[in-house]
């Protein structure tokens, strides 16, 4: 996909990594969308978007 080469490109182009995240947890898929943000949060803890996100995915994941 253009999100992986992306990725493969620059390591470091965190919006690639929140878009995947995005586009995984609206198919269906929040394990995937939360291994993505903590890879960003992991490598760069200042990207407030990964963290509000992830906190959104983890809050609708345990209300279910």
Do not use: C
Not at 19 to 39: D, P, Q, R
């Amino acid at each position: 996909s253009d999100l992986s080469q992306a990725i493969k490109m620059d390591e470091k182009f965190w919006p690639a990594y929140i878009l995947k995240a995005e586009v995984f947890y609206k198919i269906g898929y929040a394990e995937a969308a939360i291994e993505e943000l903590v890879k960003v949060i992991s490598s760069d803890p200042t990207q407030e978007h990964a963290h509000r996100l992830l906190a959104a995915i983890i809050g609708n994941w345990e209300s279910r």
